[in-house]
């Protein structure tokens, strides 16, 4: 029953994401493409322990009391596995939520941003812009949270889907950074850009506004996910709308 179950939620959670694949689920899972494949197209009679469990939280797979249940059925060894699964997932949530609390710093804002680069960020590098104490400080705590991979003279980032979080207060953090760091006078160069409006605006006009900005944001995050478009140019790209009601300001 394992294929069948797991190529079915693999099926489910590929169509639900505008920007998912199945070389992504491969990529983020460690799981070869031909696997996965065979997995969904029913061309397999078993699959390997270690590649459900992978396939799993690669879809970000959080409910415990169900998927231990999953796992106990599909698998004799369950009570072991479940263990093992829980302690992942723990260690995944735990570290997610202490970088949402960190990302206050510029420093570890500034640290996840050049350790996201494929080559990751030079030591030295950070040293230079931060300064000696507050960038070791910096990649200190990401170290013992285990985002980054401390090699030394290089800095990666270990989960690349830290950089970019849904928290609405990570978001709201970034945002805050990257004015600190934008520069006005590249303002016309090639992904720069600078724009404001503040306006009376309908239900109809801020149907629309959400509308057009929402599409932005997922054409942004297309470009992000493509292969094609990678690079050591650490760009950033923040989208923020809302209202404001008069009852709601203070001074």
């Known amino acids: 029953m394992v294929v069948p179950e797991l190529g079915h939620r693999m099926s489910a959670y590929i169509e639900a994401g505008k920007n998912r694949s199945l070389h992504r689920l491969a990529k983020d899972s460690g799981v070869s493409y031909i696997t996965c494949r065979r997995i969904i197209q029913g061309e397999v009679n078993t699959v390997a322990l270690e590649n459900a469990i992978a ?4 879809m970000g ?39 949402t609390d960190m990302i206050a710093d510029f420093a570890v804002w500034l640290t996840v941003c050049l350790a996201e680069r494929p080559a990751g960020v030079k030591r030295d590098h950070l040293v230079e812009i931060l300064g000696k104490k507050t960038a070791e400080s910096a ?12 090699r030394g003279t290089m800095i990666e980032l270990k989960d690349k889907d830290f950089a970019t979080s849904g928290n609405p207060e990570f978001i709201l953090n970034e945002i805050a950074h990257m004015t600190k760091v934008y520069e006005v006078a590249r303002r016309s160069q090639p992904g720069h850009l600078l ?6 605006l309908n239900q109809s006009g801020l149907e629309r506004l959400r509308a057009v900005l929402k599409q932005a944001a997922m054409d942004v995050a297309e470009i992000a996910s493509n292969s094609r478009y990678k690079g050591e140019q650490v760009a950033f790209c923040g989208l923020i709308s809302g209202t404001i009601m008069s009852d709601e300001v203070s001074q």
């Open 55 to 58: 396939l799993l939280t690669a």
């Open 61 to 99: 797979e959080t409910d415990s009391s169900s998927i231990f249940a999953l796992v106990e059925a599909w698998y004799p060894e369950g009570g072991r596995i479940i263990r093992e699964f829980n302690e992942k997932i723990q260690g995944r949530q735990c570290a997610r939520q202490d970088l």
């Open 139 to 150: 990649i200190k705590k990401l170290d013992e949270v285990e985002v980054v991979e401390d």
């Open 195 to 200: 724009s404001s409006v503040v306006t009376g």
